[in-house]
Nanobody
Framework: QVQLVESGGGLVQAGGSLRLSCAAS????????MAWYRQVPGKERELVAT???????NYPDAVKGRFTISRDNARNTVYLQMNSLKPEDTAVYYC???????????WGQGTQVTVSS
């Protein structure tokens, strides 16, 4: 059974930094494209960053230049380094994986990030 476990969320002041981690198990990690999403109550879940099996990354304009996604295939872990955080970055952050062969998608349980002004 595939499991994604996020960690690293918390409370930080505006301008600060946090690093989120997502540890994957139950899957061959290198077969998965990984991503981070975030969601605010009452709003749709939005994409924050993606990283392919080959390490290619992509970001929406809202976080480009501030967030960096990376992966450590030896540790089956994907990271999200968040710098210059803003109050509008406050959300529950979710780890996502898509298996390249089967197309199956999995989600973590989410980790809360709160940025105070």
């Amino acid at each position: 059974q595939v499991q994604l476990v996020e960690s690293g969320g918390g409370l930080v002041q505006a301008g600060g930094s946090l690093r989120l981690s997502c540890a994957a198990s139950g899957t061959i990690f290198t077969f998965n494209d990984m991503a981070w999403y975030r969601q605010v109550p009452g709003k749709e879940r939005e994409l924050v960053a993606t990283i392919t099996r080959g390490g290619r990354t992509n970001y929406p304009d809202a976080v480009k230049g501030r967030f960096t996604i990376s992966r450590d295939n030896a540790r089956n872990t994907v990271y999200l380094q968040m710098n210059s955080l803003k109050p509008e970055d406050t959300a529950v952050y979710y780890c996502n994986s898509v298996h390249a062969l089967s197309g199956k998608e999995y989600w973590g349980q989410g980790t809360q990030v709160t940025v105070s002004s």
